[in-house]
């Protein structure tokens, strides 16, 4: 059985539910500020994100700060049973700072140093920056952190984007000089005597712009490498600044989906007590559904693996999402079980932007628990109360379990980035996430739980690990593979892998170690790149699967290598598509091509009862329905979820009872179009 996780905050042991909220837009109006406390009371609201964008309320004019109206709304919302998450303001500047430190507008690739306007748009660098978001933080911490009612750190707001202004220059000129030591060491790691771009003087050395230097792939590596960097270092800053003053409050930063690639969220993790992010899905998406459900649900995996244990979901809509290209309704139902889908892959909390919708500004048609109506009559209200009942019933039974997971999938920032700027083999497209979804599929769907994870991360805990597309093996990354394989692990791997290291060099050789050619027994000595319109074909296990994009021309080396099925067409047909190859105690498998969601399904169906991988329970998963569990030292709890429209049957193999209505279940369960159940294992 599984383990408890140490709660977030002794103040508040409990699943967390509640949401951005913007009082300084209301300031003048106490009457709707009063009337707040009672609707969010009435929603079963536990807590609010409070202070994300209130700097020029905090400190209208340089060091005149004014905190009494944050104190009132602090106490009123303790004094109501609502805890306050806090953030840093840094996320969007007052007026006044920008115009007294220019340097703090970012600069971007083109050289143009931003107006004000907007936010999450600072330099990471300049010092100005970062003293005077100290002391707000400072102050801030100071006030609010023995606060009773103060359970979290919000640090800033979604970090991201990049400054190419002169100070960061100079920092990333720093950051290479620490990094090689010696020019020769870094034009030779970037293989600069290509097209005699040979740097002679660290002064050259420039970010990669569409107006100079894109074709050094170790400078722009370098470069997404630098920003991340920075960007936790202006983080650490902050957190060390709260810290300092009351070093007991946990912090966190509100992170994007996988998509929002430009940072290594990998390389947050270790400074953040908790993970959170916010999730915004296109629900019901023509023929999509399914896709949308389990694609979010990636993202939640990673989350809770970035830390391997439970993350906040710190925001989602609680209806229409104003960004979207289409602002479309959730329909009834699709509300909560988008929030139990983050309960189920290890969420502790379900959170929401916004509290309380604004008047006017860019986001006035995003929805809100409280629409500019004003009343808890709105069917969004009351789906969201009946969110917020659901969560103190699953608090009681789940707050703090686990999710663990025998798989792993590598998902690897840099590898994503290193594809993103191959030039061949294939520009039209390398579908790295959308490989990795259709590697995921079929255990998302059957309850089989996948941890995601970097090239940094410990791969010994896990039976299975799949590393689709990994181009660039990392240093470190092919001898960690072999040991895994030695050790009796099994290993999947599919077409482009082990192509280039760090510096996206690409090995040289035929078959060696470091392109792991002995763990899979193969080299490959081509890859023929496919139309878009254009597929090759391989039978497996009696069935016929498309292939698509890239088919590599494979070469055994070891006679453990087994050819499990060959190409159908084209001058390579015969040749290996996949293999398996035996090495040490384990066992690795090659795709040689980019397959489909179909043949992945059939595929690890078979593994995974070979494996005998552990499941939420035995069962046929109807179309549309996805399971997973949580389980801590005593029980273990199934979610079923249903996405689709129509009303799904599961067949028990034994009783099971409802987790919210206590209801037994014996032979089957009915779950409705858009709803869950949770179950589990009756005593008796
Ligand atoms: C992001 C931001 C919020 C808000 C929402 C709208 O997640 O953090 O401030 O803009 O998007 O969806
Ligand atoms: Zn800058």
């Known amino acids: 059985m599984g383990k408890t996780h140490k709660p977030l905050t002794p103040k508040f042991p409990h699943m967390l539910h509640g949401g951005d909220y913007n009082p300084e837009q209301w300031l003048d109006a106490p009457e709707i500020l009063e009337k707040d406390i009672e609707l969010f009371r009435q929603a079963h609201i536990n807590c609010v994100s409070l202070g994300i964008f209130s700097w020029a309320n905090l400190e209208p004019q340089k060091d005149v700060y004014t905190f009494d109206w944050m104190d009132s709304i602090i106490d009123r919302l303790y004094k109501n049973g609502i ?17 007294e430190y220019p340097e703090v507008l970012r600069v971007d690739s083109q050289g143009r140093r931003h107006f004000f306007g907007e936010r999450h748009n600072h330099c ?4 100005a920056y970062r003293e005077r978001v100290r002391q707000i933080d400072t102050m801030l911490a100071k006030r609010y952190a023995s606060h009773p009612g103060v359970i979290l750190w919000h640090i800033s707001n979604e970090f991201g984007g990049e400054c190419h202004c002169p100070l960061c220059q100079q920092a990333f000129r720093e950051w290479l000089k620490d990094k090689y030591g010696t020019l020769d060491k870094l034009n030779h790691s970037w293989w600069t005597s290509f097209w005699s771009h040979t740097y002679t003087d660290w002064s050259q050395i420039h970010s990669p712009s569409e107006m100079g230097e894109t074709s050094i792939h170790g400078l722009a590596l370098d470069w997404r490498r630098f920003v991340t960097h920075q960007t936790i270092d202006f983080m650490k800053a902050e957190i060390a600044a709260v810290k300092a003053v009351d070093p007991t409050i946990p912090v966190t930063t ?25 999730n915004y899905p296109c629900w019901h ?29 710190m925001e989602s809509t609680p209806g229409t999402t104003n960004w979207h290209g289409v602002s479309k309704l959730k329909k009834p139902g699709m509300h909560t079980l988008s929030v139990v889908n983050a309960i189920a892959h290890g969420a502790d909390s379900g959170q929401y932007f916004q509290l309380r919708q604004s008047r006017g500004g860019c986001e006035k048609f995003h929805s809100a628990v409280i629409s500019h109506a004003g009343t808890a009559n709105t069917r969004t209200f009351r789906e969201v109360a009946q969110t917020g009942r659901i969560l103190e019933a699953l608090s009681e039974k789940l707050y703090g379990s686990d999710t663990p997971a025998e798989t792993a999938i590598l998902m690897d920032t840099e590898n994503k980035w290193a594809l993103s700027q191959c030039r061949g083999p294939r520009n039209d497209g390398l579908d790295y996430y959308g490989n990795i979804r259709n590697n995921y599929h079929y255990f998302w769907k059957n309850g089989i739980h996948v941890d995601f994870v970097d090239s940094t991360y410990d791969l010994s805990g896990y039976r299975l690990v799949i590393a689709p597309m990994l181009y660039m ?10 040991q ?5 692990g099994t290993l999947i791997t599919t077409c482009f892998t082990g192509v280039a290291d760090e510096n996206d060099l690409c090995f040289l050789g035929e078959a060696t170690e470091e392109k792991l050619s002995d763990v899979l027994g193969l080299w490959i000595e081509e890859v023929d790149a496919l139309y878009s319109h254009e597929t090759n074909r391989m039978v497996w296990d009696g069935k016929t699967y498309s292939l698509y994009e890239l088919c590599e021309i494979a070469r055994p080396t070891a006679c453990t290598c087994e050819i499990l099925s060959t190409y159908e067409e084209d001058f390579y047909r015969g040749m290996p598509a996949l293999t398996r190859n035996r090495f040490g105690q384990g066992e690795a498998y090659h795709l040689c091509a980019t397959a489909g969601q179909d043949f992945f399904d059939a595929f690890y169906e078979k593994l995974a009862s070979e494996m005998k991988l552990e499941r939420a329970m035995q069962t046929a998963v109807p179309a549309g329905v996805s399971l997973t569990w949580r389980e801590n030292e005593t029980q273990k709890w199934i979610f079923v979820q249903n996405f689709g429209d129509a009303p799904a049957n599961l067949t028990l193999n034994q009783s099971y009872t409802d987790l919210l209505t206590g209801e037994p279940y014996r032979k089957n369960l009915v779950v409705d179009g858009l709803s869950f159940a949770i179950i589990t294992p009756s005593s008796s």
């Open 473 to 482: 093996f990392r240093r470190g990354m092919s001898e960690k593979l072999r």
């Open 124 to 127: 990471y660098t300049a010092p």
């Open 83 to 99: 805890y306050t998450i806090l953030a840093t303001p840094s996320a969007a500047r007052p007026q006044w700072l920008a115009q």
């Open 484 to 488: 895994f394989v030695r050790d009796g």
């Open 285 to 313: 998406m023509p023929n999509w559904q399914e896709g949308t459900a389990c694609q979010q649900s990636i993202t939640h995996d990673m989350m809770r693996s970035l830390k391997h244990q439970p993350f906040l979901l």
């Open 254 to 278: 509100n992170m994007m989906e996988m998509h929002a690639d430009e940072l290594n969220y990998f390389a947050f993790a270790e400074h953040l007590d908790v993970i959170s992010w916010d």
